[in-house]
């Protein structure tokens, strides 16, 4: 499928109609990476808002999105200074480091960023392992997760 369809996603709301057809060639996002810059204004923004969820009461826990690893790898600088900037943060949570969710390039669809069945089940993995790690730590020092 080139578009999202209505009759492609599931129950849940994950986009499913593409994970049992052939994957397509696509060049790795590299070229755009020496030109990215850590936007703070809008960094600003995203922590007003995750600091008004704290007042609430609301934890905010961040995992990093998948990316194929030669992006990854062109844009390690800029992802660096962005996970140093959330980690600082106090009112939120960081639970992933980003390098786990580079993955290699047969683990896309059809972009450096949509999964494939196979980058979707190593994603989810790790996922679950960052979460059950994160309420493991939380439970042992009487938090309340």
Request: glycine share 6%; hydrophobic share 35%.
């Amino acid at each position: 499928p080139l578009a999202y369809t209505r009759d492609g996603f599931n129950e849940y709301g994950d986009y499913i109609k593409h994970l049992n057809v052939e994957d397509r060639h696509f060049e790795s996002a590299t070229s755009a990476t020496s030109s990215m810059v850590l936007q703070t204004q809008y960094l600003v923004r995203f922590f007003r808002l995750v600091e008004m969820f704290a007042k609430r009461g609301i934890r905010v826990l961040i995992s990093y999105p998948s990316l194929e690893e030669s992006f990854f790898a062109a844009s390690e600088a800029f992802i660096r200074e962005l996970d140093v900037a959330l980690r600082a943060h106090k009112a939120l949570t960081v639970i992933s480091s980003p390098e786990d969710y580079a993955f290699p390039s047969d683990c896309f669809y059809d972009t450096g960023y949509h999964l494939n069945a196979k980058g979707r089940e190593l994603r989810t993995a790790r996922l679950i392992r960052d979460l059950e790690r994160y309420f493991q730590d939380t439970a042992g020092r009487g938090g309340g997760g």
